[in-house]
T-cell receptor
Framework: NAGVTQTPKFQVLKTGQSMTLQCAQDMNHEYMSWYRQDPGMGLRLIHY???????DQGEVPNGYNVSRSTTEDFPLRLLSAAPSQTSVYFCASSYSTSGPNGGYTFGSGTRLTVV | QQPVQSPQAVILREGEDAVINCSSS?????VHWYRQKHGEAPVFLMILLKGGEQKGHEKISASFNEKKQQSSLYLTASQLSYSGTYFCGTKPAAGAGSYQLTFGKGTKLSVIP
């Protein structure tokens, strides 16, 4: 199993450009989420999904869109990149949203710089 | 609301013990613990569910006091490989946000020879 695969690993964008960060998992996990990590801030939740066709906002959703058309894929779209979106982005998935199988598996991350 | 972790940083010599604390102002359903090494993704260590349980993972264990909304991570006889930043994540017991795992700011642990 590949686990959680994120692409690209690195990206530089110009202010105002749009792009999609890809996330795919092959573990048949129902729950998927996107976090951003900034120095000293910990991991902050952007959007999450409890299953195909269902998405919801997290703590810092502004400037980002998501969709979940399949169980495996959960792409994150930056609509119009801003320097404040410079960060490391992690995709995470879990088998369930509750119980002992709720631990998250993280992808390797995408380091995004907006200039 | 973000859980509060303490201490922010700790330096240990190999073989020493450490405790990392995580507290929340909300009633909790579960507490997660993760370790992240520099430049890598967080790695899941363990999950504790309400009910006040304690779990172990090699020489790393944790407890969850549901009534105090606190969890502690215990690292015994530390090894160099334990170095990294430890994050707790919390899920509320009910209501809005119950599907959301909120992370603390992390505790940086450095183990030196």
């Amino acid at each position: 199993n590949a686990g959680v695969t994120q692409t690209p690993k690195f990206q530089v964008l110009k202010t105002g450009q749009s792009m999609t960060l890809q996330c795919a998992q092959d573990m048949n996990h129902e729950y998927m989420s996107w976090y951003r990590q900034d120095p000293g801030m910990g991991l902050r939740l952007i959007h999450y999904s409890v299953g195909a066709g269902i998405t919801d906002q997290g703590e810092v959703p502004n400037g980002y869109n998501v969709s979940r058309s399949t169980t495996e894929d959960f792409p994150l779209r930056l609509l119009s990149a801003a320097p404040s979106q410079t960060s490391v982005y992690f995709c995470a998935s879990s088998y369930s949203t509750s119980g002992p199988n709720g631990g998250y598996t993280f992808g390797s991350g995408t380091r995004l710089t907006v200039v | 609301q973000q859980p509060v972790q303490s201490p922010q940083a700790v330096i240990l010599r190999e073989g020493e013990d450490a405790v990392i604390n995580c507290s929340s102002s909300k009633a909790l359903y579960s507490v997660h613990w993760y370790r992240q090494k520099h430049g890598e993704a967080p790695v899941f260590l363990m999950i504790l569910l309400k009910g006040g349980e304690q779990k172990g993972h090699e020489k790393i264990s944790a407890s969850f006091n549901e009534k105090k909304q606190q969890s502690s991570l215990y690292l015994t006889a530390s090894q160099l490989s334990y170095s990294g930043t430890y994050f707790c994540g919390t899920k509320p017991a009910a209501g809005a946000g119950s599907y959301q795992l909120t992370f603390g700011k992390g505790t940086k642990l450095s183990v030196i020879p």
